[in-house]
């Protein structure tokens, strides 16, 4: 089995940046944790197999761009339930996958939908609006602050 067999959450830049800085991502990964999910949940999940998140190699190195500290981005990739993930999909899948899926912002935001769709997970996103392709919505879980409710 795969290291992203059971990554169900894909954090965006703007999901990353938030780490660290509001209490939402870092309570929101520790729902991964198999102490935190009822009984039925945690029996699905074999021994060492547990949830976890990913990141992609584009969204890190935008965090980086927008001056987010180094330290926080360390301690994120060093989190145990993580999942990095390089630029290097197969590239006639995703080319298919953009053909026939519609326009998204960029191909930054596109593999990140391509990702999510793939393993069956959400884009974690204080941005949902950025995954709208025309009529399609991809799967996004949008980060709120308690306070911005």
Not at 15 to 31: K, N, R
């Amino acid at each position: 089995m795969s290291e992203d067999s059971f990554v169900r959450l894909l954090l965006d830049c703007s999901a990353i940046t938030s780490y660290g800085v509001s209490a939402t991502v870092g309570e929101l990964l520790l729902q991964l944790e198999p102490e935190q999910m009822d009984g039925d949940d945690a029996d699905a999940l074999d021994g060492e197999e547990w949830l976890s998140f990913g990141m992609t190699t584009f969204c890190l190195a935008e965090a980086v761009g927008t001056g987010y500290p180094l330290e926080y981005l360390e301690t994120l990739r060093a989190h145990h339930r993580a999942v990095e993930f390089p630029p290097t999909a197969p590239w006639r899948e995703f080319g298919l996958y953009l053909k026939h899926s519609g326009s998204w912002a960029n191909l930054h935001h596109a593999y990140l939908v391509w990702l999510a769709f793939r393993l069956d997970a959400y884009i974690v996103t204080r941005t949902p609006d950025l995954y709208l392709a025309g009529d399609k919505q991809a799967p996004v879980l949008p980060l709120e602050d308690p306070w911005d409710q």
